[in-house]
């Protein structure tokens, strides 16, 4: 013995091989026959490499303790010591399985089960399995021939000469063997009963898929017929017993434990239902009152025992009916709440330890997996595996899930597996709680290949795959194109020329040969782009349809296809990305604008995803702001900075562009709203400050480009109109005025040519033809209008509005806001024109009398020949300029008193004014609801057209995409003129009464 307080050397060598507790692993081998065992570095080295050291040599000290004698024990040494294959098996099965040391100390025979080594003994298969436990000839024995085998797949899959998947689908086949012999064990002590009946046995669940734990529940289902002659209830009631007893077999606890329960829950009616049914009552059941998860736990059925022709007749029933259940209403939503379901009844204290079923867990990925084999798979038979990993390859391969997501979640589910699969050998327990004492956890990561500090590695490694996992699953389970695409019949969803073809005529295509060649360019073929568009193409059509042009739809989806063709993220983006697929839907199909700014630019379509570029929210003014000056402190010249700001300025319009489109058509994700002001006043703002940010822009590169860092002169820029108010359509001009002051020192004529030429610089620069849409610059408001010179000193303002301002001008300037250029010369101008918009003690009668001649003189002379005045949303009545002029009016008279009315917003002004107690309820509401109504249908004209209109269009497709958009289907474009003369004839003698004082 070694004297109190020093370490033997086999104390050392067993710490430095791994051992946990070397005093009690010394212990062992100093008891343990034959000596050498305690001097061998071989066995010493190979205990080392075991996921438990301490463990396996326990194990092994049992059974040679437990061989019968002398002779018996040297031959295990002397083969352990010579033959490397044997010993990485035994003493890998020792770590890894305190259960199965148990079963070799009680048959010590059997490690001589690990002892063949050939290529044949590698993949063992059912009929390897059956000669296994052949000779069992009792419940007794055929446990331990169980175990027998058992501990050859345990052996292999410790030592890695099997991978995971072989390893679970060598467990289903050995579950196979095990209930064929169980059945024959219970046909031989039931031999009348055997004679009465046909008896199918149907795996389900994981035996059925391939892909079996070490201790699971078998999930079968059985299948009875009546033998040749003999009555159909006695066929039954033997088939019955049969089965039970063939349960009781697998499932009773002996002095050999238990195989595994066998779990027939999941027939028809479960538990509540006959243990054994017929064929035809199976399927007469499956037909009338199955729920959508018993159809997706068919989808694994596979015959393992009994009749192999009922059990294929089973098969070939059920196997259509499991590949209908997609078209069931609310399929889709059904799986999804199922899967919530069982999340919500983990007990709390485990849900942060579910390999199974928690989130993060193996269900996340075979519930998603099995969601998108039953939609997809009524269509591509080559997605209809049974066994989870084989249908996530197939899945990949037919461009239903991305390759880089497939492998990612293929190496998490492998690895949470494998995981379940070392928690369960160790003691052969069914459970799937990650353990939580450092023992096992340090044993759980050694027999997972990690050496190097295990527990710490093993739970950042489970956390990483199991966030992986969540993540796809809520992609990939949560698609939205996973319902639409189960609301298909299977010949739509097929896309097959002749089905496609009726779909085309039936979905109201005017030229269904043209979309039919369409259809052909994109989805013909082999690759893997046409194998992903013959997913989105047959649920694309239906959203093109949900418009007024579905031929346009298509044909710009192909432009947009044929321009993307090569980019890696396009499809995948429609294809997984929320719901990308269907805003792009509505966006091509909805009119001209967004599409003609999408070709020029088609990448911008990653803005209708959900990713990390913002989608489709408004970008602020400050952000575009400082993009555009970055591209222009980049470019070379003022005209490339100018060129660099219109391509912001083109995206930005299609990111508004798309978002009003979506809100307005509304799709699950976002529904339309019931009041559009919201969407309206999100549009005004957003090109707003767009076109505020462009013109900052363009100044900051004509100054740079022409004088450097520093204009002669001090500049800003003043929005009036609908710019000024935050109110801009797509098609608006830009109402601006010009103001500079000389910088000290610097000659007024020197200051206002540079001034002058910065204007028609940036005018020029602005609206020369590209491919981007011109951004019209209008100064007309100015003083003296057109006449009037383009650029004004702020002395030169304040000496005209001191002597020669109109009526007209005070009430234009109630919108002046300050855009861009110099802060504060901007500031000072505001304060220059406030006495004037807001004058004190408000309008005397007369200026009330001459803004009313100035509107009605307007609406005279400027409204078109030829137009219906009641559908002309800005000047007929009850439009645009009704609504403005009475709220300016009140801003005119009332905005020295009430501050609430010094905005240049309608809409707010409208508020104010009703707060104020100056209009009530019920007028400010006609007249809001008129104003945004006039809105939208300018706002729809230019979306529908690409370019401004006032009135709606007369080309009847035109018109009823305008309707489209203001929330009327097909059939209905009446109705919407109807309901727009109705609210404008309110607002108009709304109009009368507040403006004219009628």
């Known amino acids: 013995m070694t004297a109190p307080g020093r370490r033997s050397s086999t104390f050392t060598r067993l710490l430095r091989h791994g051992f946990t507790d070397p005093s009690a692993a010394e212990r062992l081998l100093d008891g343990a026959e034959p000596a050498?065992?305690?001097?061998?570095?071989?066995?010493?080295?190979?205990?080392?490499?075991?996921?438990?050291?301490?463990?396996?040599?326990?194990?092994?000290?049992?059974?040679?303790?437990?061989?019968?004698?002398?002779?018996?024990?040297?031959?295990?040494?002397?083969?352990?010591?010579?033959?490397?294959?044997?010993?990485?098996?035994?003493?890998?099965?020792?770590?890894a399985s305190e259960a199965l040391a148990d079963h070799l100390a009680r048959h010590p025979g059997d490690w001589r089960a690990l002892v063949t080594y050939e290529p044949s003994d590698l993949h063992r298969g059912v009929a390897e399995f059956e000669?296994?436990?052949?000779?069992?000839?009792?419940?007794?024995?055929?446990?331990?021939?169980?175990?027998?085998?058992?501990?050859?797949?345990?052996?292999?899959?410790?030592?890695?000469?099997?991978d995971l998947a072989e390893t679970a689908a060598e467990l289903a086949d050995l579950a196979t063997a095990t209930l064929r012999a169980a059945l024959a064990l219970a046909r031989a002590a039931a031999p009348d009963d055997a004679a009465l009946c046909r008896l199918a046995v149907i795996a389900m669940g994981k035996c059925g898929g391939h892909e079996l734990n070490y201790v699971s529940d078998v999930d079968v289902v059985f299948v009875g017929e009546a033998a040749d002659g003999a009555d159909e209830d006695k066929a039954l009631r033997a088939a019955t017993r049969l089965a039970s007893h063939m349960m009781r077999i697998c499932s009773e606890t002996t002095v050999e434990g238990s195989i595994w329960p066998v779990d027939a829950n999941l027939r028809p009616e479960g538990r509540?239902?006959?243990?054994?049914?017929?064929?035809?009552?199976?399927?007469?059941?499956?037909?009338?009152?199955?729920?959508?998860?018993?159809?997706?736990?068919?989808?694994?059925?596979?015959?393992?025992?009994?009749?192999?022709?009922?059990?294929?007749?089973?098969?070939?029933?059920?196997?259509?009916l499991v590949w209908q259940a997609a078209e069931r209403e609310n399929f889709v939503a059904d799986v999804q709440k199922m899967r919530r379901r069982v999340v919500e009844n983990i007990p709390a204290a485990e849900v942060d330890r579910q390999l199974k079923l928690g989130p993060g867990g193996l269900r996340d990925v075979e519930f998603a997996v099995q969601l998108l084999q039953l939609v997809h798979g009524r269509a591509d038979a080559s997605l209809r595996s049974r066994t989870t990993l084989d249908a996530l390859k197939a899945l990949a391969e037919g461009g239903y899930v991305g390759r880089a997501d497939a492998a990612r979640l293929d190496e998490?589910?492998?690895?949470?597996?494998?995981?379940e699969h070392r928690i369960q050998l160790h003691r052969l327990r069914r459970t799937h709680l990650v353990p939580e004492d450092e023992a096992d956890l340090r044993r759980l990561g050694r027999s997972l290949g990690l050496r190097t500090d295990p527990v710490a590695t093993l739970l950042r490694e489970w956390k990483r795959h199991a966030a992986a996992v969540r993540r796809l699953h809520e992609k990939l389970f949560y698609r939205p194109l996973l319902d639409a695409v189960a609301q298909l019949a299977p010949g739509e969803a097929r896309l097959s020329p002749e089905a496609a073809r009726e779909r085309l005529v039936a979905l109201g295509y005017a030229d269904p040969a043209a979309a039919l060649r369409h259809l052909e360019a994109l989805a013909s073929g082999v690759s893997r782009k046409a194998a992903i568009q013959r997913t989105l193409l047959p649920v694309l059509l239906g959203w093109f349809a949900d418009s007024a042009d579905p031929d346009a739809g298509l044909l710009n989806f192909r432009k947009v296809s044929d321009a993307l063709g090569k980019t890696p993220w396009y499809l995948r983006l429609l294809r997984d990305e929320g719901a990308a697929a269907e805003n792009l839907a509505r966006v091509l199909s909805a009119g001209r604008l967004a599409p003609d700014l999408l070709m020029r630019a088609p990448e911008a379509v990653a803005l209708l995803g959900d990713g990390d570029g913002g989608g489709l929210a408004p970008r602020g003014r400050a952000p575009l702001e400082q993009e555009i000056l970055a591209a222009v402190r980049r470019a070379d010249g003022a005209a490339q900075a100018v060129t660099a700001a219109r391509g912001v300025r083109r995206r930005e319009l299609f990111r508004t562009a798309a978002a009003d489109i979506v809100g307005s058509y509304g799709t699950e994700a976002q529904p339309a709203e019931a009041d559009q002001g919201p969407l309206v006043d999100r549009v005004g703002a957003a090109v707003s400050d767009l076109t505020a940010a462009t013109l900052a822009g363009t100044l900051r590169a004509v100054v740079r480009d022409g004088w450097g860092d520093t204009l002669p002169t001090r500049f800003a820029i003043i929005g009036m109109g609908r710019f000024g108010g935050h109110e801009l359509g797509y098609g608006s001009d830009a109402d601006v005025l010009f103001v500079h002051e000389p910088r000290d020192g610097v000659d007024e004529r020197e200051a206002a040519e540079a001034a002058g030429k910065v204007v028609a610089e940036m005018r020029r620069l602005l609206q020369q033809p590209s491919a981007d849409p011109p951004l019209i610059v209008d100064a007309g408001l100015r003083p003296e209008g057109k006449s009037g010179p383009l650029v004004r000193t702020l002395k030169s303002y304040e000496a005209y509005y001191r002597r020669w301002s109109l009526a007209w001008e005070s009430h234009a300037l109630l919108r002046a806001e300050v855009v861009a250029g110099d802060e504060d010369l901007g500031r000072r101008f505001i304060e220059l024109v406030d006495p004037l918009r807001y004058p004190a003690g408000g309008l005397d009668e007369e200026a009330v009398r001459e803004i009313r001649r100035l509107k009605a003189r307007m609406e005279s002379e400027r409204l078109p020949r030829g137009v219906d005045p009641k559908l002309h949303a800005k000047l007929g009545p009850g439009g645009l300029s009704d609504v403005e002029w009475t709220v300016q009016l009140f801003q005119l008279r009332y905005g020295s008193a009430e501050a609430g009315l010094r905005t240049t917003r309608t809409r707010q002004a409208l508020a104010a004014a009703r707060e104020a107690g100056l209009v009530s309820e019920e007028h400010a509401a006609v007249l809001d609801e008129a104003w945004v109504l006039a809105t939208r249908v300018r706002n729809a004209v230019m979306l529908v057209r690409g370019r401004a209109g006032d009135t709606f269009p007369t080309e009847s497709r035109e018109l009823a995409a305008v309707g489209r958009y203001l929330g009327y289907g097909p059939g209905h474009v009446g109705d919407m003129l109807d309901a727009y003369r109705r609210t404008a004839r309110r607002a108009r003698g709304v109009v009368e009464e507040l403006f004219y004082g009628g």
């Open 412 to 419: 998490a589910y492998r690895f949470l597996r494998a995981m």
């Open 272 to 320: 509540n239902g006959p243990l054994v049914r017929t064929l035809s009552s199976h399927v007469a059941y499956y037909q009338r009152w199955a729920k959508t998860w018993e159809f997706q736990a068919l989808l694994k059925a596979r015959p393992v025992a009994g009749d192999q022709e009922l059990g294929a007749a089973y098969l070939a029933a059920v196997e259509p």
């Open 36 to 95: 050498s065992l305690r001097t061998d570095p071989v066995l010493l080295e190979a205990l080392g490499a075991t996921a438990d050291p301490d463990l396996a040599l326990h194990g092994l000290v049992r059974l040679l303790e437990a061989q019968p004698g002398p002779t018996d024990r040297r031959a295990l040494l002397d083969t352990l010591t010579s033959a490397k294959p044997l010993r990485d098996r035994l003493l890998g099965v020792l770590g």
């Open 131 to 162: 000669r296994g436990l052949a000779g069992a000839g009792d419940p007794v024995a055929l446990r331990v021939a169980y175990r027998r085998c058992l501990l050859s797949i345990a052996a292999r899959d410790v030592c890695g000469t099997i």
